[in-house]
């Protein structure tokens, strides 16, 4: 991994392959045990994951299926119904202290979409907005496509989870599942969006900006 960043005592780290999604469970298990703040940004092979809202009818295949498709189902402490995880997506994990640096849950997920927002304009020239029904972030335009999924657990008023932003992946494994009790057609990615050139390059670039941006948004 990558340490690329590192302000008001909230290091930063950039991980260059692929991190197996249990192993991230484990870590921000810890991390909130011990209240150690990071930022994570990664990328994970197939997998399903679902919230405490999970509805059993927006998982479209069986345990089998996935099985035999390589796809991992894990369940979840945290908000939020199915969404899926696939390599070519940037993935940001967030481990914020609510109660040291005296933020509300409610300033924490402004910081973060205004943060999110702001990024990714600058780095991919796209205007994206919330849907006030609905968790994420979504192009302006119609019709209006869901780019951002959002998942924030918030326990011992210390966070976890984050974001997952589609960028090169084909949306596959979204076609598993209802992502968010929505459609898998309601998804698009920068790759469908016609946003993929220099990825690689830009990636880094979003993750030093939005990284910057949030911690200066906590203070």
Known sequence: MIKFLHRKGLPSYL??????????????????????ESMLFLEHSPCLTGGIGAKAENLLVSPETLSSLGVELVTLQRGGDFTAHEPGQIVGYLHIDLKKRNLSLGDFLRALNKSLVESIREIWGLTLEENPKAP?????????????????????????????????????????INPCGAKSEDMTSLLRLG?????????????????????????
């Open 15 to 36: 991980f260059p392959s692929i991190v197996p999604y249990l192993r991230y469970v484990k870590f921000q298990e810890n991390s909130r045990k011990n209240r150690r």
């Open 136 to 176: 994420g972030l979504y192009t302006a335009e119609e019709p209006k496509l869901k780019l951002v999924s959002e998942g924030i657990y918030a326990k011992s008023y210390f966070t976890s989870f984050g974001f997952a932003l589609n960028g090169v992946n084909n949306l596959s494994t979204f076609s598993l």
């Open 195 to 219: 946003k993929d050139t220099d990825f690689l390059k830009k990636r880094k670039e979003f993750v030093e900006v939005f990284a910057r941006t949030f911690i200066d948004s906590l203070s």
